[in-house]
Nanobody, 124 residues
Framework: QVQLVESGGGLVQAGDSLRLSCAAS????????MAWFRQAPGKEREFVAA????????YYSDSVKGRFTISRDNAKNTAYLQMNGLKPEDSAVYFC????WGTGSRNRDAYDYWGQGTQVTVSS
């Protein structure tokens, strides 16, 4: 069983930056493909970014490409999402997800484990 705990959310202004963290436990972190999804009120949970267990490849949604960066530190069992140039439309609950031996899928059904989410609110 994998436990995921997100942190780093908050209330910021448009143009600001935030860094989200996702601490994992319960399994060798280097074997986990990690991803971030987000869900705004009344909307479906959507893919944001992914980094497979084989480091060196990253994937992004078109809406965040060039502004957000996903990374991982296998020594710290932690994945990160650096968010720059935040926009009001980025406001959502951000979820961390893990897929053992995964390939960095954009499909939320590919992920077996989820965190509880952290709120990001961007004011205009």
């Amino acid at each position: 069983q994998v436990q995921l705990v997100e942190s780093g959310g908050g209330l910021v202004q448009a143009g600001d930056s935030l860094r989200l963290s996702c601490a994992a436990s319960g399994r060798t972190f280097s074997t986990l493909s990690m991803a971030w999804f987000r869900q705004a009120p009344g909307k479906e949970r959507e893919f944001v970014a992914a980094i497979p267990w084989k480091v060196g490849i990253t994937y992004y949604s078109d809406s965040v490409k060039g502004r957000f960066t996903i990374s991982r530190d296998n020594a710290k069992n932690t994945a990160y999402l650096q968010m720059n140039g935040l926009k009001p439309e980025d406001s959502a609950v951000y979820f961390c997800a893990a897929d053992p031996w995964g390939t960095g899928s954009r499909n939320r059904d590919a992920y077996d484990y989820w965190g509880q989410g952290t709120q990001v609110t961007v004011s205009s």
